[in-house]
Nanobody, 119 residues
Framework: QVQLVESGGGLVQAGGSLRLSCAAS????????MGWFRQAPGKEREYVAR????????YYPDSVKGRFTISRDNAKKMVYLQMNNLKPEDTAVYYC????????????WGQGTQVTVSA
């Protein structure tokens, strides 16, 4: 089994920054992609970032492109999400997830960390 634990959420004013961290432990895979998702109350879960095993392949939706940066440290089994120029609409619970090589979906999820951006 894999455990993912997010940290770094909190309350920040619009225009501010936060850095989320996700620590992975437990079962290991030869390689895996990692993603960050978010879900605001009453809204569907939204994909906000993805990073491949090597760290050179990333994906961002237009809603966060240019403001959010995903990175990873495979030796430490950590993934990070640097969020800059935060907006009130970024308020949500943020989750990290792990997509093992050979699988088409994210198989493991963290418990989430709350990010609140005040106007």
């Amino acid at each position: 089994q894999v455990q993912l634990v997010e940290s770094g959420g909190g309350l920040v004013q619009a225009g501010g920054s936060l850095r989320l961290s996700c620590a992975a432990s437990g079962r290991t895979f030869s390689s895996y992609a990692m993603g960050w998702f978010r879900q605001a109350p009453g809204k569907e879960r939204e994909y906000v970032a993805r990073i491949g095993w090597s760290g050179t392949s990333t994906y961002y939706p237009d809603s966060v492109k240019g403001r959010f940066t995903i990175s990873r440290d495979n030796a430490k089994k950590m993934v990070y999400l640097q969020m800059n120029n935060l907006k009130p609409e970024d308020t949500a619970v943020y989750y990290c997830a792990l997509n093992p090589a050979g699988y088409s979906d994210y198989r493991y999820w963290g418990q989430g960390t709350q990010v609140t951006v005040s106007a």
